[in-house]
């Protein structure tokens, strides 16, 4: 564990070892521009660029997005994060100093304009709970679940920032065995979630390849409308139950900074086909947690997923598809085999037969406008190896957006 001359709380998700990605405005010109987070505190590349302390091509960093960087060949954002390091680790400079600003003086943007998103679903106990749930009765597994990595191509213009409201979608939902109406769902949900960020471009893309196309990770709540979802998915599967808001968090933590916690996944039985074998270990010893409303309802790791990332950019590109710079790849809800390990409302409350009760006293099935839902998630902690953390990913629900007259006489 290395020490920085910028101080860095004991508990925090970003010691100099971490040193994540993202974009920031309110520093120098105010213009968006790329940095990275340590402690309670951002560095400002664009300004260690113009005192030439860090050694990158001044337009992949004063950029709005990470696009650029995630897509530059020349391996600068491997180099700008240890030279930043050496920064902040040896005598301090005074030249560094006004790069440095606190957290709570900037806003945190979205780090990426994702091209794309798809989703998976790639929990065992996830993918069970929900068979059981949705098709009691039967085998809870579909037979393909086992043999690919099962996904869908989602909606990247809804991918918001953390700390973003979220409106409570409506869609076409049966009312009282009559006609189906728009209205907005009552069954608003949480799906706990990593999001890996795509940097090279590639296709046909090998699992054990994966280092040289995955830029780094964040956070990712793909709120679900269970009752929108419930009309809509069959036969083409999640359309507007998912489209409405897909929540990341600001800061993109490097898969450099996370190959210390990467390890061996679980068996899969039987064999996947040969282009989805690998030979490293690719799942990752990440420690997950729910909060809603301030307290914590869910806890659990995401070593358990039975499918890897690489394995689904793997499934993602064997068709000859184009993964390319700032894509998005969320991991599908992450749950574990115990009830407070799962990821999402419908299991913790299955589907509403066993509510929630928190510390006011209140219930929840799923959630109401005003809740607050806040990921949290990190590796490591206990020295010798450092917190490396990812922040928080949080999202307000607030009430559906009210109709000036109905929708029919529009």
């Not at 700008?80 to 040896?90: H, I, W, Y």
């Not at 039985?269 to 989805?276: I, M, S, V, W």
Request: aromatic content about 6%.
């Amino acid at each position: 564990m290395t020490t920085s001359w910028i101080p860095v709380p004991a508990e925090s998700d970003f010691p100099v070892e971490n040193l994540p990605f993202g974009i920031v405005r309110g520093v120098g010109d105010a213009a968006p521009r790329v940095a990275l987070r340590i402690g309670n505190h951002v560095v400002d590349l664009a300004a260690l660029v113009e005192r030439r302390l860090v050694d990158v091509p001044p337009e992949l960093v004063a950029a709005p997005t990470l696009n650029a960087l995630l897509a530059d060949e020349g391996g600068h954002a491997g180099r700008v994060r240890g030279q930043v390091a050496e920064l902040l680790t040896s005598t301090p400079d005074a030249r560094v100093e006004p790069a440095i600003h606190p957290v709570e003086s900037v806003a945190c943007l979205l780090p990426i304009h994702p091209g794309d998103f798809v989703d998976h679903y790639s929990s065992l106990d996830h993918a069970t709970n929900l068979g059981r749930l949705l098709r009691p009765g039967s085998e809870p597994l579909l037979p393909n679940w086992r043999r690919l990595p099962v996904g869908y191509h989602g909606r990247s213009g809804s991918v918001i920032v953390s700390g973003t409201d979220v409106v409570r979608p409506e869609g076409l939902l049966p009312c009282d065995g009559s006609e189906p109406a728009l209205a907005p769902s009552a069954a608003l949900d949480i799906e706990l979630e990593v999001g890996f960020v795509v940097g090279a471009p590639g296709t046909r893309i090998a699992p054990d390849d994966a280092a040289d196309h995955i830029f780094g990770a964040v956070l990712l709540n793909d709120w679900s409308a269970r009752d929108i979802q419930a009309y809509e998915y069959q036969p083409l599967g999640p359309n507007l139950g998912k489209s409405f808001a897909t929540t990341v968090s600001p800061w993109v933590v490097t898969l450099d900074a996370l190959r210390p916690y990467l390890v061996p996944p679980p068996p899969q039985d039987p064999e996947p086909d040969p282009y989805l074998r690998a030979e490293r270990p690719w799942a990752l010893d990440l420690q997950l947690e729910i909060w809603l409303n301030g307290e914590r309802v869910s806890a659990t790791n995401f070593r358990t997923m039975y499918w890897t990332f690489a394995q689904q950019l793997a499934h993602m590109t064997v068709n000859g598809a184009v993964a390319r710079p700032g894509d998005l790849i969320g991991s599908g809800t992450v749950s574990g085999p115990a009830r407070a390990e799962r990821g999402s409302l419908i299991e913790l409350t299955w589907q509403g037969a066993d509510p929630l009760t928190l510390a006011d006293g209140s219930h929840r099935a799923f959630l109401l406008d005003g809740d607050t839902v806040a990921l949290h998630g990190w590796c490591g902690g206990a020295p010798p190896r450092p917190r490396i953390g990812f922040g928080a990913a949080v999202g307000t629900i607030v009430p559906a957006i009210p109709r000036a007259r109905p929708i029919h006489d529009r």
